[in-house]
Each structure stands twice: as structure tokens, then as C-alpha cells.
């Protein structure tokens, strides 16, 4: 097994239990997800990059209220095939998500060519995956 921190488990695949369990969601809200969210909803396994995925859905709906109907008029194809490829820890690291609420856009980014927008600009949401990595570092350490 690789280490924790290091490579964080990156080459096992994961049942849809063990997602909702590292989530920490609902059986309901994980297959609305796939079902209305995700471009593959038939996926037998997850890699641990496609957690990273639906950490990011996770994070737009539950803490920054976005309803799934929302995501859903956003192409989010883009934001599950970068998921994926395979990513090096670093790049993930240096990665955010961006998220236009009124042209409903999802981009992937290097937060050093990321435009930042004012903080009363809240028509853009962005989401650092190095912090929603280390939320499911930490849940893999609570679960292991």
C-alpha cells in the first residue's frame, strides 16, 4: 500500500459503498448524483481521482449551495474526464475548480492563472482540490 499523504491509496478502485461512506452521504444523494451528474453513472469502481470528482459536486452542493439542478445545466463532462486521467499529486495540488453560477461554466485551473474575482463577486464559486483532498485523507485515516 502506498502511504498516506504520499500517494494516498491512488492505484486501488472503490466500490460505491466505500464512496458514500468516505463522502460521508446518503445512498439517495450519490445515486441522484450519478444518475443526473455524471457522464459514465454506470461505473462499477471509482478511482481515487473520481472521488475527487464527486468530493467537488459535494462541495458545490452541500456547503456551497448549489442545487444539483444547477450543475446539472453546467457541462460537467469537462470535469469528469479531467478526473479520469491520471493526475500527478503536485498538479492536482495546484489545481482549482471555477465555477461561473450565471454563464453556468465549470473550468478546471492552475490557481497561478486564476483570475481571482473581488470577494462581492459571487457569481463565481471556486474550489481548491488540495483542501478537498485533504478532507478525504483525513476520512480515509477516520475510516482505516
Wanted: glycine content about 2%.
Amino acid at each position: 500500500m502506498q502511504r498516506l499523504g504520499g500517494g494516498l491509496f491512488l492505484k486501488y478502485m472503490y466500490n460505491p459503498g466505500f464512496v458514500i461512506e468516505i463522502l460521508d452521504i446518503s445512498r439517495e444523494k450519490f445515486r441522484y448524483w450519478r444518475r443526473e451528474l455524471d457522464s459514465r453513472p454506470y461505473r462499477p469502481r471509482f478511482s481515487f481521482q473520481m472521488l475527487l470528482a464527486y468530493a467537488v459536486i459535494q462541495e458545490l452542493v452541500d456547503n456551497r449551495w448549489l442545487s444539483p439542478r444547477h450543475l446539472k445545466a453546467t457541462n460537467l463532462e469537462d470535469l469528469f474526464a479531467w478526473f479520469e486521467i491520471d493526475h500527478a499529486e503536485s498538479e492536482r495540488a495546484d489545481m482549482i475548480i471555477e465555477l461561473d453560477r450565471e454563464q453556468t461554466t465549470i473550468q478546471i485551473k492552475r490557481r497561478s492563472v486564476t483570475y481571482q474575482p473581488p470577494r462581492s463577486d459571487t457569481r463565481i464559486e471556486t474550489v481548491h482540490l488540495c483542501d478537498l483532498e485533504s478532507r478525504i485523507v483525513n476520512r480515509f485515516k477516520y475510516i482505516h
